[in-house]
Nanobody, 122 residues
């Protein structure tokens, strides 16, 4: 069984920083893309940042220059360093990964974490 667990959310003042972590565990044969999504209250979930297993990254325009995504392929872990946080960054942050599960039921699927709350407020 594959599981994604996020951590690192919390309450921070505008201009502050947080570092989110996402650890994948279980019967994993390979991981392709890993992404961070976020959902603000009353709004649709949106992609914040993504990273391929080769290290190529992409960012939403709203976070470019402030957020940095990284991963450790050997540890099946991804991070999101968030700097210069703004109130509009408030929301639940989710990690999503394309994972190839191993035997006895191999196959590629998308997996989601349970989410971690980020609140930016003075």
């Amino acid at each position: 069984q594959v599981q994604l667990v996020e951590s690192g959310g919390g309450l921070v003042q505008p201009g502050g920083s947080l570092r989110l972590s996402c650890a994948a565990s279980g019967n994993i044969a390979a991981i392709s893309a890993m992404e961070w999504y976020r959902q603000a209250p009353g709004k649709a979930r949106e992609l914040a940042a993504g990273i391929t297993n080769g290290g190529s990254t992409n960012y939403a325009l709203s976070v470019r220059g402030r957020f940095s995504i990284s991963r450790d392929n050997a540890a099946n872990t991804m991070w999101l360093q968030m700097n210069d946080l703004k109130p509009e960054d408030t929301g639940v942050y989710y990690c999503k990964s394309e994972i190839l599960a191993g035997d006895p039921d191999p196959g590629w699927n998308d997996y989601w974490g349970q989410g971690t709350q980020v609140t930016v407020s003075s």
